[in-house]
């Protein structure tokens, strides 16, 4: 079983639409959590943390849930410019290893 | 853009090659990190460097080795280059103390193609 889980899609969505994208991951040491953004050919930019606590930074509102061990990422009035892969990552603290364990990606494309 | 720089940006090696890849990292930044990006597949782990010490490892072979410079400049080296090493090599730095550790920003990637 992978460490970080997330849909592969393609979502495809129109101009407008608000699509959500959903991540588990397993091991319980997982301390900070992360969504990045990667377009094609392109490296993983840091998109925005995940708190417990929940957080938003405009259009984009992130979710944790500790005891589920699942992570979502909200989009609202998605853009041309929202396509993407978007990643979803953890920080594990095992020992020896401070490394980001990142998910396969979630690919977003959004459509006129 | 991120301030860290890797060089070159694109490679060709024919398999049994060693292949050096080398990554600046951000003004400030003393630990880098290194991950391997197949085709349609996240980041994986390579190993971590910080202030010039190996600081963790990925499920890589011995055959994939680094460096890191007193700069914090750092170097990845692959040798006996298999046909499956042909992905992009990402170097991501990051400061290394506190929360700031936990983000990290990435190079533009060196993308390998072992022939």
């Known amino acids: 079983r992978k460490e970080v889980e997330q849909d592969p899609g393609p979502f495809n969505v129109p101009e407008g639409a608000t699509v959500a994208f959903n991540c588990t991951y397993s091991?319980?040491?997982?301390?900070?959590f992360f969504w990045y953004r990667q377009d094609c050919r392109k490296e993983p930019k840091l998109l925005m943390s995940?708190?417990?606590s929940g957080n938003e930074d405009g259009r984009f509102t992130a979710q944790l849930n500790r005891a589920s061990q699942y992570i979502s990422l909200l989009i609202r009035d998605s853009k041309l410019s929202d396509s993407a892969t978007y990643l979803c990552v953890v920080n594990i603290r095992d020992t020896g290893r401070r490394a980001l364990t990142f998910g396969s990606g979630t690919r977003l494309q959004v459509q006129p | 853009e991120t301030g860290v720089t890797q060089s070159p940006t694109h490679l060709i090696k024919t398999r049994g090659q060693q292949v050096t890849l080398r990554c600046s990292s951000q003004s400030g930044h003393n630990t880098v990190s290194w991950y391997q990006q197949a085709l349609g597949q996240g980041p994986q782990f390579i190993f971590q460097y910080y202030r010039e010490e190996e600081n963790g490892r990925g499920n890589f072979p011995p055959r994939f080795s680094g460096l890191q410079f007193p700069n914090y400049s750092s170097e990845l080296n692959v040798n006996a280059l298999e046909l499956d090493d042909s992905a992009l090599y990402l170097c991501?730095?990051?400061?290394?103390?506190?929360?700031?550790?936990?983000?990290?920003?990435f190079g533009a990637g060196t993308r390998l193609s072992v022939l």
């Open positions: 991501a730095s990051s400061a290394g103390t506190g929360e700031a550790k936990n983000i990290q920003y």
């Open positions: 995940v708190y417990s």
């Open positions: 091991n319980s040491a997982s301390q900070s």
